[in-house]
């Protein structure tokens, strides 16, 4: 018999709660990519920062660039990652074309080159919030490169709070798509503890299956946070928009094969709420809905943090603080 039932219990626990926060992340993936939600915010990001009511629209004109424009995937389709030496390549492009055009028609000196009419064309914008950014770094630059390294660094720096706010609206679409797979599949995190508790034999295969899981180094090295995947656009590394969708779908599909694997009380067939140990049958739909409430909640957390509180009680059990079943 185990020595530690309640350790090997817990660390099964953790191993469903794992497998089915990559389902769940990996449904959440199929519908950032369906709806183009990285595309989307990081257009919205650039232009609530770049463009000015009664002013220059300079978001969208870096929009309109040719640098931008070479890196939709397909016509209509908007990148969902642009580089901050790409943007500022773009941004200063469309801020010299719009002082040129203007020396054209004789307003500003069409004799500076270089830095100088870099200063020139930014001292000509419109007054504004891009003005008093570009003016703020401008002083503290003594020239193009180092103009060119801050506005740079400001952008990443910028990037990194619209990465949070991908994070932050993923996490609601998690928790949706959490909620939605519990019930549709009957996931009940006690009745699975009650089954995991009582079968000796599936408790030890779920321990075994763990401790695979946990020494699987590629695994680990896939494993990322919603923050992280704002980050690289994936769908450049897939080679189209339709290869990515079929990789993750099929991530989907191989994934609900494993669940299926591991043969646990998942699932409305031949599920009766009689089958509960209750008299009342609210009591024992109360139950269920409470075993549901915990699974959503513990898939919200993400298949990162479980890996990683599944491999730090693994081998705790393993280094001999904890000891192992015989």
Not at 283 to 307: D, E, K, N, R, Y
Request: aromatic residues 10%; proline residues 4%; contains cysteine.
């Amino acid at each position: 018999m185990s020595k530690l039932p309640i350790i090997e219990l817990c660390i099964s626990l953790m191993l469903v709660f794992f497998v089915l926060s990559v389902m769940v992340s990996a449904i959440g993936e199929v519908v950032n990519t369906v709806l183009s939600r990285r595309s989307k915010l990081l257009e919205e990001a650039i232009k609530k920062a770049f463009n000015q009511r009664g002013g220059t629209d300079w978001g969208s004109r870096v929009y309109q660039n040719a640098l931008i424009d070479n890196l939709k995937r397909k016509a209509g389709k908007l990148p969902s990652y642009i580089s901050s030496g790409t943007f500022y390549a773009a941004f200063l492009g469309e801020i010299l074309k719009e002082y040129r055009k203007n020396a054209a028609n004789g307003d500003p000196d069409p004799g500076k080159k270089g830095y100088a009419e870099l200063v020139a064309a930014v001292g000509r914008m419109n007054e504004g919030k891009v003005k008093e950014l570009l003016t703020t770094l401008l002083n503290e630059s003594p020239d193009a490169e180092t103009f060119k390294a801050l506005l740079c660094k400001w952008y990443d720096e910028y990037m990194e709070r619209v990465t949070g706010w991908f994070a932050r609206r993923t996490k609601i679409i998690i928790a949706l798509i959490a909620s939605v797979l519990v019930i549709f599949l009957n996931i009940d995190t006690i009745r699975i503890a009650k089954e995991i508790w009582s079968n000796e034999a599936l408790r030890i295969s779920l321990v075994d299956q763990a401790e695979k899981t946990v020494a699987n180094q590629q695994l680990a090295g896939e494993l990322k946070e919603y923050s992280e995947i704002f980050k690289k656009d994936s769908t450049a590394a897939a080679g189209s928009a339709m290869e990515e969708l079929n990789t993750k779908i099929d991530r989907v599909i191989a994934v609900n094969n494993e669940v299926k694997s591991l043969h646990l009380p998942i699932g409305w067939k031949d599920y009766k709420l009689e089958n509960n140990p209750y008299n009342s049958p609210l009591l024992s739909f109360l139950q269920m809905l409470l075993g549901w409430v915990i699974t959503a909640f513990a898939l919200t957390a993400g298949a990162p943090f479980w890996f990683r509180a599944l491999g730090k009680l693994v081998n705790l059990r393993n280094t001999g603080v904890l000891p192992p079943t015989p």
